[in-house]
């Protein structure tokens, strides 16, 4: 056990006895930073007390920094050669990656980890991917929604869990965790870690948020802002649980037929619930679908709600060319066959 009464090593300890099941291994993500090499510290001295039969780290150098990336790289193979748990080090192609990114090389970036963690998962037959983000990054990636614009499902910020695939799940067990319980424990263990410098830069909107307007709110507003809207992230979660099976029962229901392409739904039965009801299951069938939902902003699921209550027009194309047909007691919605 360790020596050290340590208020985030508790408190990962709790996350982490609730959120896996016993014997399960697990593979950390680990960038470098002081959050992720918290993390893999933290986790490698309670794997006795959670049992943890086998844990593997995960790093992805994306290519972008050059040889700052590629020290960050080098400094999570000695700590895990230190820490005696095996590693995976990949590299991206800096050239592919910004030819992907069609306008966000940072969602570009955040696409290709995820994927790489997931398919190292798959590999090595974890289930469950571990990741570092704590109490500010879910109140950073709320306000960032908020700014954007969002509804319900954007104030949840990031899920505490959520399923990959079939056989993988992620988890964020330190979301709940302040980020200075986490800075004292790496403090005290004097752990060391990559200091990236595009976190500093402006240039990002969510850099901008950690660094400006979360420390104006807690100045000026409410000295605990951060814990105020990490509360409202978790009853938003709460929420959406609910809505989601609402959502799903209207949807058995009323789906006459689905395929990847087209979807065919009874009118009558959407109808009978509220519009609010009928908006969300709505956003619920595009997840089924695997249809893109990043450009179906809060005006267009109106418009797409409003076809069923209000009549006229009979018609409507959305984004990610998917077009909407009434046709008398049918909504149909299909999706362009060349789209991939």
């Given at each position: ?24 291994p ?54 895990c ?39 190292t998962a798959k ?8 990741t ?7 109140a ?67 850099n901008?948020i ?21 509360r ?6 709460e ?7 609402v ?12 395929t ?30 695997n ?22 027009p ?15 007691n049918?909504?149909a ?8």
């Amino acid at each position: 056990m360790p020596s050290h009464d340590s208020g985030f090593e508790h408190q990962l300890e709790q996350n982490l006895r609730r959120l896996l099941a016993p014997g399960q291994p697990v593979l950390l993500a680990v960038s470098g930073g002081r959050d992720s090499m918290g993390l893999l510290h933290a986790t490698t001295r309670l794997r006795s007390v959670l049992e943890l039969p086998f844990i593997l780290v995960a790093h992805l150098d994306h290519g972008l920094r050059g040889e700052a990336g590629r020290d960050d790289a080098e400094l999570v193979r000695s700590t895990c050669r230190t820490l005696n748990v095996p590693v995976v080090v990949s590299e991206c192609d800096a050239g592919q990656l910004e030819r992907a990114a069609r306008g966000s090389l940072e969602e570009a970036a955040r696409t290709a980890r995820y994927d790489f963690l997931h398919r190292t998962a798959k590999q090595h037959s974890i289930p469950l991917i571990v990741t570092a983000h704590h109490a500010a990054d879910q109140a950073e990636t709320v306000l960032h929604n908020i700014i954007r614009g969002t509804g319900i499902r954007g104030l949840r910020g990031v899920p505490e869990r959520r399923r990959l695939s079939d056989t993988v799940e992620l988890i964020r067990p330190m979301l709940t965790i302040q980020e200075c319980a986490l800075t004292e424990y790496v403090q005290h263990y004097q752990i060391a870690f990559a200091i990236d410098a595009t976190n500093d830069s402006h240039a990002f909107t969510r850099n901008r948020i950690r660094h400006q307007l979360l420390p104006l709110l807690a100045k000026d507003f409410n000295v605990s802002i951060q814990d105020s809207i990490v509360r409202l992230a978790g009853q938003a979660e709460e929420l959406l649980q609910i809505l989601d099976g609402v959502a799903e029962e209207l949807l058995k229901d009323a789906v006459l037929e689905q395929t990847p392409g087209l979807c065919r739904l009874d009118v009558l039965r959407l109808t009978q619930q509220p519009p609010a009801i009928v908006r969300h299951a709505m956003t619920v069938l595009w997840q089924q679908q695997n249809w893109p939902r990043r450009d179906m902003s809060g005006p267009q699921w109106h418009r797409l709600t409003a076809l069923l209550f209000n009549a006229p027009p009979a018609a409507l194309d959305l984004p990610g060319l998917i077009r909407a047909e009434l046709r008398g007691n049918l909504l149909a919605l299909t999706r362009n066959a060349d789209t991939p």
